[in-house]
Structure formats: C-alpha cells, structure tokens
C-alpha cells in the first residue's frame, strides 16, 4: 500500500470519527429538548388535573347547596301540612313533600357519588405531581450528563482535528486539491476502501486499470459515486 493510500485510510478514520462524535454533540441538546418537552407536558397534566379537582369540588359544593334548599323546603311544607284547612290541600302538600324528597334523594346518589370522584381526582393529582418531580429529576440528570459528554466529546474532536491536519499534510500537494474537493462535498463519505474488486462505498465494480492507477499512488475516483478510493487492508 502507498504512502498516499495509508494517508487516505486514516483520514477516511478520522473524518468518520469527527462525524460520529458530530452526531453524538448535536443530539445532546435533542435528549435536554426532549426532558424538557416532558417535563412541560406533565406539568400541562398537573394543571389540568388540579382544573378538574377544582372544578369537581364546586360543583359538589353547588349540589350541597341545592339539598340543604331541597331540605329547607321539605321543612316549609310540612309547616304548611299541618295548617292545610282541607283534605285536598293537605293532599297536595303530601305530593310536594314526596316529589322533594325524591329530588333529594337523587341530589344525595349524586353528592356521593362526586365525592368518590373527588377522591379520585385527589388521588390523579397527587400522581401527577409525583409524574412532574420525576420528570424534573431526569432533566436534571439529562443536562449533567449532556453537559459532561460535550466536555469529553468537544476534547476528543480537538485532538481529531490536529490529526486530521497532520495527516491531511502528508498528502502530496497534487492530490490535496482534489482530496480537498470531495471532502467539501462529501464530508466523512468522501473516502471508501475497495472491497473485493468493488467500490466499498457503492458497490461498482473497480476496473484493472483503476487498480494498478491506485497501486501507483495516484489519485483514484468511484466512476459512479466519486468517492477517493483506497485499497482496503
């Protein structure tokens, strides 16, 4: 292997490296976004959950309201049985008398029955605000451990980049401009091994001529995706 074509396979290294640690740096704002986002999202669950807690004790309150007048004016008609001056009026107090009790009694099935459901939302509530406190504690945990990775990370692509240059240095001045160029257009897939007698980026076949054009040292491209070519070990 040539001098030329060892350069091109670790340049071919180190650009994916760069690539990959590039990768592992901009998804450590996505992870924060994403805690974040979870953290919003249960705190919106909380709101809403403390909104029906609220909304469920007014109207049991309102219904409470509504017995105390239904007992209020059972109390009222039976005063008004006991001075009914005829059979016929006393008999239509009785029928008042009835038809509020049965309202009452309804209003009572359904005050019982808002006060289970209070104890339920008190319940979703309580759960809800556990679900914000553990959403809070991982977006802590995400931010430290995204902000200790891009120490390393940002320290490993500086020492990537010193060896990127020094070894982008090595190359013989006529084949930089060209290594220049695919690299600006294709970053880390600039480069690709020969596999076989096939390019190993996209697969075409790699003439003889190619062959022996790379065994010289000389500049060597995919015919098909223009890829440097260099011989793999």
Do not use: W
């Amino acid at each position: 292997m040539t001098a030329t074509s060892q350069s091109l396979r670790e340049l071919h290294r180190i650009h994916r490296q760069l690539a990959d640690l590039g990768e592992r740096l901009d998804a450590g704002p996505r992870k924060i976004a994403a805690s974040a986002a979870m953290v919003t999202k249960q705190q919106t669950a909380e709101t809403q959950a403390a909104e029906d807690l609220t909304s469920a004790r007014v109207a049991v309150d309102q219904k409470q309201l509504e017995l105390k007048s239904g007992e209020s004016k059972i109390a009222d008609l039976k005063v008004k049985l006991n001075t009914a001056s005829n059979n016929r009026e006393y008999q239509a107090f009785l029928e008042q008398i009835a038809a509020a009790e049965m309202a009452n009694s309804v209003l009572e099935d359904e005050i019982l029955e808002a006060l289970e459901k209070i104890e339920q939302l008190q319940i979703g509530q309580g759960q809800a605000k556990e679900s914000v406190e553990k959403a809070k504690t991982e977006l802590a945990r995400t931010e430290k451990m995204v902000t200790d990775e891009t120490g390393q990370l940002e320290s490993e692509v500086v020492r990537l980049e010193a060896e990127l240059q020094g070894c982008e240095e090595q190359l013989p001045a006529e084949f930089r401009a060209e290594y220049d160029r695919v690299v600006r257009g294709k970053g880390e897939e600039a480069m690709a091994p020969i596999d076989g007698d096939n390019c190993g980026g996209c697969f075409q076949q790699v003439t003889p001529n190619m062959m022996n054009e790379l065994s010289l040292g000389r500049v060597v491209m995919c015919r098909a995706c223009g890829r440097l070519l260099y011989p793999s070990e």
